[in-house]
């Protein structure tokens, strides 16, 4: 993965952050528009029996582009293992090709990839699911529990149905508060550790420098970084197929307004920090953004072009009432093992040491789910000198924040606050005046999905 590829146009700032992020939700529409509306039948612990297994025999994976190279420097440490590499979207920027490639196979009777990689971290919805699912319970004598207890506090928690565990996770993208720290020190103002701290900071900025942002509100991941932050029920499963929604929730309303009066004021923006009218004309003004692990290397560095020694992280804001701070999460893809695999050894093998091993995970453009690998990853962070400080300490401590209540579903949040909140906003509507329409559009999108909503 190369984080310095070049941005000079609106396609290759596209291409650059669905091909560095890979997991990143934001572009896994496929879950809202086009999976199966049929509520799929729940699986049983008792219900997995293998395929027959051919120790030896050759499997099959499906990865994106940016994993294959990964898969490849697998096969060539593991010369005796029998692979065939197929490069395919990874359901990534809308796709939803493993899916319906499944769905295929399912009616075919042969053809499932032993293994394969999603940029979507709602896949695991739907291939856990069925009479027969396509994706093997790893933690039923597949991989060892000792490596599931690896991953960071709530890494698995979208892979995880009915018991089980149905997927590795690839990466995560906790939510941190990053801030030029540069820019702080010049205008004389302390990092705000509370959201109400964030608000009067936003205030004073707009009036003492106008122009300056402290956060947008146009990005389609506004709801994980601001909303699953502030533990709003937009998105909270209570059981197989059942979500609550409650954007009236006193939760939902405080970020609403909270964010209703920075952007009344012009410090938080409604556009996106991938336009290229952003790029253009904001870039340099961003005094603190809240936003996931990956804005670093890819938004400030890559995109933003912001030079060495500016950027900083600060930990996850909360609000005063509340008695702990949380955050959300953008991103972070899954890897399955298939149900159908005859060689599960050699499938399990590889998922493995593509989510843990440092040799991948510790280059990788993207934080690792797996603690150890996190660890690596951090310290060669700190070798490129591109931070003001250390983002260890915030990074491993945001990992172990991420709200459990909001739920990974087969529709995408994303897709429904692009196509509902962000026109109504640009339309000069508050989000506290779009929160009745938003609540909406997400049950009305599960009903369809099969969901009882709440």
Not at 15 to 44: I, K, R
């Amino acid at each position: 993965m190369n984080d310095d590829v070049p941005v000079s146009s609106r396609r290759q700032l596209r291409h650059t952050a669905v091909a560095v992020l890979g997991a990143v939700s934001l572009f896994a529409l496929a879950a809202c528009g086009s999976a199966d509306p049929t509520p799929p039948e729940t699986s049983s612990p008792a219900a997995f029996k293998p395929a027959a297994q051919q120790q030896g025999s050759e499997i099959t994976v499906w990865a994106d582009a940016t994993r294959v190279p990964g898969v490849q420097a697998y096969q060539k440490a593991h010369p005796d293992v029998k692979m065939k590499i197929v490069t395919y979207s990874g359901d990534a920027n809308g796709a939803n090709d493993l899916q319906t490639k499944v769905q295929l196979f399912d009616r075919t009777g042969s053809g499932w990839p032993d293994v394969a990689f999603s940029a979507n971290v709602n896949d695991g919805t739907w291939a856990s699911q069925g009479k027969t699912p396509y994706a093997a319970p790893v933690n039923r004598d597949i991989i060892p529990k000792t490596t599931l207890d690896g991953f960071s506090d709530g890494a698995l928690d979208p892979c995880v149905f009915n018991g089980n565990t149905y997927c590795l996770r690839n990466d995560l993208a906790q939510n941190v508060l990053w801030y030029n720290k540069k820019l702080m020190d010049k205008f004389g103002y302390e990092v705000p550790t509370t959201w109400e701290e964030y608000q009067a900071l936003g205030e004073k900025v707009a009036k003492e420098h106008p122009g300056y942002l402290v956060g947008t509100a146009g990005d389609a991941w506004t709801p994980e970084v601001y909303f699953w932050a502030s533990q709003c029920t937009a998105s909270t499963t209570t059981g197989a197929k059942k979500v609550k929604v409650d954007l009236r929730d006193a939760k939902c309303t405080r970020m609403a307004k909270l964010l209703d009066s920075l952007i009344a004021k012009g410090s938080v923006s409604k556009d996106t920090v991938f336009s290229a009218g952003f790029i253009k004309n904001q870039a340099s003004k961003v005094l603190m953004l809240p936003g996931p692990s990956w804005f670093g290397q890819v938004l400030f560095n890559s995109t933003f072009k912001v030079p060495k020694g500016q950027i900083a992280a600060a930990s996850p804001l909360k609000f005063e009432a509340d008695a702990k701070n949380y955050t959300g999460n953008v991103g972070g893809g899954l890897w399955f093992v298939s149900s159908h695999s005859k060689n599960l050894k050699a499938a399990s093998d590889l998922v493995t040491w593509m989510t843990t091993s440092d040799d991948y995970q510790g280059t990788a453009g993207t934080y690792p789910a797996y603690k150890t690998a996190a660890t690596t990853w951090l310290a060669n962070q700190k070798k490129t000198g591109y931070f003001a400080k250390d983002i260890s300490p915030v990074f491993e401590e945001a990992a172990e924040l991420i709200w459990p209540g909001w739920s990974a579903t087969q529709y995408s949040q994303e897709a429904i606050y692009s196509s509902t909140v962000v026109p109504a906003l640009n339309s000069g509507k508050t989000l506290t005046d779009t929160l009745d329409t938003w609540q909406t559009a997400i049950t009305n999108k599960a009903k369809s999905l099969g969901y009882t909503v709440n």
